[in-house]
């Protein structure tokens, strides 16, 4: 039994030797690129809030609203996705005693025609023979498709300039050549995308709170670590 527990010991200990052992003339750097990217994808979310004593008449009074607003987006044909959403909640006087309900319900817009999302967005603040919707916020990204193109990009260029590096370094230490031993690529989006948030109910006037058309950017990063041997 000791002879099969020394042996076992023996075992893990050159694993764990073997694994450590690391080929010699190795150098592990890495090489960093950044780009800025046209935020081209806005998302919109406005909303309607409304209180009543009865909840099934709140959530009609909400769902009609909002309805409304979906079938108007529809009708425009500027927005690329349209979801709703809808929450409730109790309310209660200052004797902590339940008096009624307030919902909300969401309409949410996603398009790359900010011109044409901010001429909808005005629409549906001023709806006619309904209850218009206010705007909550505008928030600004960079599409899938967009980021993958700006990404392979950056990645391409990134390889070439870890080949142009190790070569620099086979040069300067005067060795025949290099092979590659490991290599790992992250890509990151270092800022966070433009949001607009409208002001509060109370702060706005009477007139229809226009959105901006302006996305912006992002700054998208790629970084490749690797490690080579020099041969």
Not at 3 to 22: D, K
Not at 75 to 87: D, K, L, R, V, W
Not at 100 to 114: H, I, K, M
Not at 178 to 194: A, E, F, G, I
Request: net charge positive; aromatic share 6%; glycine share 6%.
């Amino acid at each position: 039994m000791q002879r099969q527990v020394a042996a076992i010991v023996l075992a893990l200990c050159s694993t764990l030797s073997f694994a450590e052992e690391l080929p010699a003339n190795t150098v592990n750097f890495d090489t960093v690129l950044s780009r800025e990217v046209a935020n081209d994808t806005a998302q919109a979310t406005l909303f309607v809030e409304l209180s009543d004593a009865d909840p099934a008449r709140l959530s009609e009074r909400v769902n009609l609203a909002v309805a409304a607003g979906v079938k108007l987006a529809r009708q425009s044909g500027s927005a690329q996705s349209i979801n709703t959403g809808y929450s409730t909640y109790p309310l209660y006087n200052k004797s902590n005693k339940q008096e009624g309900w307030r919902a909300r319900g969401e309409l949410r817009l996603t398009s790359r025609d900010f011109a044409a999302l901010a001429r909808l967005i005005g629409e549906l603040q001023k709806m006619q023979g309904g209850l218009p919707l206010q705007l909550a916020e505008v928030r600004y990204s960079v599409s899938d498709e967009a980021r993958k193109k700006a990404e392979d990009e950056l990645i391409e260029e990134g390889l070439r300039g870890f080949r142009s590096r190790a070569a620099l370094m086979q040069k300067g230490l005067g060795s025949k050549g290099w092979k590659l031993l490991n290599l790992t690529v992250n890509t990151q989006s270092m800022r966070p995308p433009v949001m607009y948030r409208a002001a509060p109910a109370a702060e706005m006037s009477l007139a229809a709170s226009p959105a901006p058309v302006e996305g912006g950017e992002s700054r998208l990063s790629v970084s490749i670590q690797g490690r080579i041997q020099l041969e």
